[in-house]
T-cell receptor, first 112, second 114 residues
């Protein structure tokens, strides 16, 4: 079945460590996104990519990095510079600008 | 500024009762409009969307929404709520072209009483 796969579902990180969240889609969508979700704050855009080898910062990009080497893949690295990384992270994709956006099942990151 | 407002943070209804979740938006032009549902610890599932045409749109799970341009609203409705509808609901807007940014409301958490 077509969809968006995020892994791992749960991840624990020690302070000072970088971690990478995986996102793979087989929907042949051009655009991919990373959102952060905190209770009561809705979704906040971290990074998005319209095409391979190109990506743009969203509203809260500080402390995060991404790459888009393949159309299907858009991994997110949470660096040690991110001061409050404990959150629920959602990967998404859409065919084109403004079209319907579809979401993966999310990844929980906890700093211990 | 572009924004989406969901004025109700929590709503509680009895099973079998009707439901209306409110969504108001501020946007430079008529955007694309979406409603999503999220169960705890899960991703967002698309319920329905409005791009153009008939302002009353039908979605999955018996939900519908009505676009009212004059009120900048896109309220979600269901005639009879089931216990399985308990979840968080998000309204979102997207540009019709030129930008990949979507704006999400802060969500409405629905509780259903048996």
């Amino acid at each position: 079945d077509g969809g968006i796969t995020q892994s791992p579902k749960y991840l624990f990180r020690k302070e000072g460590q970088n971690v990478t969240l995986s996102c793979e889609q087989n929907l042949n969508h051009d655009a991919m996104y990373w959102y952060r979700q905190d209770p009561g704050q809705g979704l906040r855009l971290i990074y998005y990519s319209q095409i391979v080898n190109d990506f743009q910062k969203g509203d809260i990009a500080e402390g995060y990095s991404v790459s888009r080497e393949k159309k299907e893949s858009f991994p997110l690295t949470v660096t040690s510079a991110q001061k409050n990384p404990t959150a629920f992270y959602l990967c998404a994709s859409s065919p084109t600008s403004g079209n319907t956006i579809y979401f993966g099942e999310g990844s929980w990151l906890t700093v211990v | 500024a572009q924004s989406v407002t969901q004025p109700d943070i929590h709503i509680t209804v009895s099973e079998g009762a009707s439901l209306e979740l409110r969504c108001n938006y501020s946007y430079g032009a008529t955007p694309y409009l979406f409603w999503y549902v999220q169960s705890p610890g899960q991703g967002l599932q698309l319920l329905l969307k409005y791009f153009s045409g008939d302002t009353l749109v039908q979605g999955i799970k018996g939900f519908e929404a009505e676009f009212k341009r004059s009120q900048s609203s896109f309220n979600l409705r269901k005639p009879s709520v089931h216990w399985s509808d308990a979840a968080e609901y998000f309204c979102a807007v997207g540009a019709t072209s030129g930008t990949y940014k979507y704006i999400f409301g802060t969500g409405t958490r629905l509780k259903v009483l048996a």
